[in-house]
T-cell receptor, first 114, second 117 residues
Framework: AQKVTQAQTEISVVEKEDVTLDCVYETRDTTYYLFWYKQPPSGELVFLIR??????QNEISGRYSWNFQKSTSSFNFTITASQVVDSAVYFC???????????FGPGTSLSVIP | ETGVTQSPTHLIKTRGQQVTLRCSSQSGHNTVSWYQQALGQGPQFIFQ???????GRGNFPPRFSGLQFPNYSSELNVNALELDDSALYLC????????????????FGPGTRLLVL
C-alpha cells in the first residue's frame, strides 16, 4: 500500500525563522517519485520539487531545501528565513512509476507571522 | 502560471443534479488527471485520461465519469450529486506515456469549487 504521512497539521512561525515540514512515506516499489506542492489560499497547487527514489542527493533552491532519506522513508522540506508569502498549505506526494496517480499527504498548514 | 485552466471557478448545485467541469491542459501535454480535494484534506485521485482513454481510476463510484478530447482537454462529469461531493476539483496535466514509466511532473489548474446544497 502507498501512503504519505505529514504529522504536522499546523505550524506557526515568526518571520525569518527556519521551519522544517516533515514527510514520511510508505511504498513497496523500488522506484518511485516524491513531490512537494504548495497550495496558497487561492487554491492552485504549485509544484516545488520532484525527487526520484534512486537519487538521494539533497537539493537546495534559494531559501528552500529538501532532505531525502531513503533509509527512513522521509522527504523533509526546510524553509530558511521564512517570509509571510510562505504562508500556505504544503503537500508531500508520492507517485508510483506504473502510472501517473499521485498520492498526497494530508498537508501541513504553515502560517508565517510578521 | 502552469497554463492549465479550469472552468467554471465556482459552482453551486443541488442534490441529485448533474455537473460538468472542464479542463484545458498545458500545451504539449497529453495526460489529464482529476482530483477531488475536500476541505482540510489532501487531493484524492479520481481518474486519469491519456490520449482520450481512461488510464487509471481511484476509489470513486461510476457516477464520476470523464472524457478527453483530441486536443487533450478534458471534462469531469458527476451525476446524482450528493452533499459530500462538495469540494475543490483539481485538474492536472502532464506529458505521460500511458501507464509506462513517466518522469513528467503534473501541473495543476486553479480548480473548480463545487458546493452541493
Amino acid at each position: 500500500a502507498q501512503k504519505v504521512t505529514q504529522a504536522q497539521t499546523e505550524i506557526s512561525v515568526v518571520e525569518k525563522e527556519d521551519v522544517t515540514l516533515d514527510c514520511v512515506y510508505e511504498t513497496r516499489d523500488t522506484t518511485y517519485y516524491l513531490f512537494w506542492y504548495k497550495q496558497p489560499p487561492s487554491g492552485e497547487l504549485v509544484f516545488l520539487i520532484r525527487r526520484n527514489s534512486f537519487d538521494e542527493q539533497n537539493e537546495i533552491s534559494g531559501r528552500y531545501s529538501w532532505n531525502f532519506q531513503k533509509s527512513t522513508s522521509s522527504f523533509n522540506f526546510t524553509i530558511t528565513a521564512s517570509q509571510v508569502v510562505d504562508s500556505a498549505v504544503y503537500f508531500c506526494a508520492l507517485r508510483r512509476t506504473s502510472y501517473d496517480k499521485v498520492i498526497f499527504g494530508p498537508g501541513t498548514s504553515l502560517s508565517v507571522i510578521p | 502560471e502552469t497554463g492549465v485552466t479550469q472552468s467554471p471557478t465556482h459552482l453551486i448545485k443541488t442534490r441529485g443534479q448533474q455537473v460538468t467541469l472542464r479542463c484545458s491542459s498545458q500545451s504539449g501535454h497529453n495526460t489529464v488527471s482529476w482530483y477531488q480535494q475536500a476541505l482540510g484534506q489532501g487531493p484524492q485521485f479520481i481518474f486519469q485520461y491519456y490520449r482520450e482513454e481512461e488510464n487509471g481510476r481511484g476509489n470513486f463510484p461510476p457516477r464520476f465519469s470523464g472524457l478527453q478530447f483530441p486536443n487533450y482537454s478534458s471534462e469531469l462529469n458527476v451525476n446524482a450529486l450528493e452533499l459530500d461531493d462538495s469540494a475543490l476539483y483539481l485538474c492536472a496535466s502532464s506529458l505521460g506515456q500511458g501507464g509506462f514509466m513517466s518522469q513528467e511532473t503534473q501541473y495543476f489548474g486553479p480548480g473548480t469549487r463545487l458546493l452541493v446544497l
